[in-house]
């Protein structure tokens, strides 16, 4: 999955455009859908689109300042879709369903203060707020759907235009309360901003049923993401997916939920419990594996004093991976966002190897990472962030051509970790992937299979220059440089594999001193002598570097 934006995409109304220009480029890459930022019309022109206004104006309407979303027109949208079907490549609409901003007009109508830690608690007695919850959609005139949103369609709302203040107003009135069925921090979490979307109500959720249908028939799209599902009743989720999959006779639409959060069993809850009657029915969604986010960003910040052998701990993909969306970053944990929590950039390749080629895990790259994140604003030109989109490529390539088949994991050195894909019928050539976290090369003795003694093996990322040959028994040493990760196949008459990124003049002097030591102790057995350090410092990797461990050979060597 592919992610085609990130939160300071250009308000140029050319984003579908990009999209229908690159889906042939991402196809070719073995991408197989595009996650899309939400489509529908936002509170202003220049909206990311998780301040929703109106779900039905895809770009179409003069609406909020605007006819063209952020992103494009709707007949854009839709010509970028049939580019990307052309090519193979299934469509996600992000679905922002939790809220409603922007309202047309006010209402008067009882509600209550409720505490900001504590959901539960009301602070003080009810009385009558005025708040924008009616969207009537004048510029739409009833095209699609003549649903007009008043108050008694929400369970909440965080401004008294009244009284000119700002709280978390929980909405009275017959069978008004917050869903249970959501997260519970802050005692209950269902409203998180704006109106309050109350699926309780019968009308709301035939509304959304007909969106959802909408979405599916008009545009044909193909699963959905989820915006903020810890704030959403999971037992509407539920009948959503449930409804969308039976109405378009499609039990493979594909959903993934946003459900931030580290602690790994609120995300277990959410996906393995399969009693149509709890409250943690999943209807066969899939979640973001934000643990292993943050597991990446802690390796990245650490260094050499992180212990690779840990790095799945704690994850999704390790305990659910049928469920877990794998993701480095996305548009909420890039710089100066409300989740800031960046992979520094060096890890970003190590990150990538992790959750591209192994066998578990639905993998999610993101448009930042591969085409670049744009400056915070115009007068801030260096908070831009360059792409790595060759890194990216080789590795989505490495993924396509030979990441298949049964899975060896030598996973046995707290920074040197590696594992190899060995085929399958129908894409017979192996792959061994090694890293190194630390400040000096790595290898990893691994056996590809004695049907391969013989053969030739090169690093396709071109990190690491020296071939090696597969032993009558299948082994070889694996090699990678410091702070690094190389890909290693089989080598094919005619094809060189390039270096995707240029280095530094020190790092290359390094990279030929790794070499030459590698070629000089090519046939060492022993595992007792401490390999020679070289103390050139890697310039990506996090200072300062006395802790960085000096050895990197197997813990245990196998013969």
């Given amino acids: 999955m592919f992610q085609f934006f990130e939160w300071y995409t250009p308000t140029d109304h050319q984003h579908w455009i990009r ?102 608690q009301e602070i003080e007695a009810p009385h009558d707020i005025k708040a924008y919850t009616k969207f009537t959609f004048p510029g739409r005139q009833n095209k699609y759907s003549d649903f007009q949103w008043s108050h008694e369609h929400f369970s909440g709302t965080d401004w008294d235009a009244k009284a000119e203040r700002s709280a978390v107003f929980k909405i009275k009135g017959e069978n008004k309360s917050f869903s249970e069925d959501v997260d519970n921090e802050k005692g209950n979490f269902d409203y998180l901003m704006c109106c309050n979307i109350d699926y309780k109500h019968p009308d709301v959720v035939a509304e959304t049923e007909k969106w959802a249908m909408w979405c599916v028939n008009e545009f044909g799209i193909d699963g959905i993401r989820i915006d903020a599902a810890k704030h959403i009743s999971f ?63 802690k390796a990245a910040s650490e260094g050499p004093s992180y212990d690779l052998r840990t790095i799945f701990d704690g994850s999704l993909v390790k305990t659910a991976p049928a469920s877990a969306v794998t993701f480095i970053d996305n548009h909420d944990t890039q710089p100066y966002q409300a989740l800031e929590s960046y992979v520094q950039p060096w890890f970003k390749p190590l990150a990538a190897a992790l959750i591209c080629l192994r066998f578990d895990g639905y993998p999610c790259l993101f448009y930042g990472d591969f085409y670049g994140i744009e400056p915070k604003s115009p007068e801030e030109p260096d908070t831009a962030i360059p ?63 004695a049907h391969r003694a013989g053969q030739v093996w090169v690093d396709m990322m071109g990190y690491w220059q020296d071939p090696v040959t597969i032993s009558n028994e299948g082994w070889a040493k694996f090699h990678c440089h410091a702070g690094s990760v190389s890909l290693w196949v089989e080598k094919e008459e005619g094809k060189h594999w390039i270096t995707v990124e240029e280095s530094s003049p020190g790092d290359k002097e390094k990279h030929l001193q790794e070499e030459q030591y590698a070629r000089d102790h090519a046939d060492d057995e022993s595992s007792d002598e401490e390999e020679q350090v070289f103390e050139a410092e890697h310039p990506d990797l996090p200072k300062p570097l006395d802790t960085w461990d000096h050895l990197l050979q197997d813990d245990h060597d196998e013969a």
């Fill in 235 to 297: 037992g509407f989720i539920t009948h959503l997916l449930t409804h969308i999959r039976q109405e378009s006779n499609n039990p493979d639409f594909f959903a993934v939920g946003e459900y931030w959060v580290q602690d790994v069993g609120d995300l277990e809850a959410r996906v393995e419990n399969e009693d149509p009657n709890s409250k943690y029915a999943n209807g066969n969604i899939h979640l973001f594996d934000v643990p292993l986010h943050f597991n990446f960003a």
């Fill in 19 to 120: 999209l229908r220009e690159q889906a042939s480029l991402l196809a070719s890459l073995g991408l197989t859908a595009i996650w899309l930022p939400p489509p529908t019309k936002g509170s202003a022109p220049n909206d990311v689109g998780y301040a929703v206004y109106d779900l039905w104006d895809m770009g179409e309407f003069d609406q909020k300042g605007t006819i063209p979303t952020k992103y494009g027109t709707k007949d854009e949208l839709k010509e970028a879709i049939a580019e990307c079907k052309k090519h193979g490549i299934q469509i996600y609409f992000d679905a922002v369903l939790n809220h409603k901003a922007s309202g047309d007009e006010t209402q008067t109508f009882k509600a209550v203060a409720v505490a900001e830690d504590d959901r539960n």
């Fill in 387 to 449: 792409g790595r989109k060759e890194m990216f490529s080789r590795m989505l390539l490495a993924r396509k051509e030979f990441a298949y088949g049964s899975q060896d994991d030598y996973l046995n050195h707290s920074n040197c970790i590696g594992w190899v894909r060995h085929g399958d019928e129908h894409h017979p050539k192996g792959l061994a992937v090694v890293m190194s976290n630390s400040n000096a090369k790595g290898y990893k003795k691994m056996n590809v299979g």
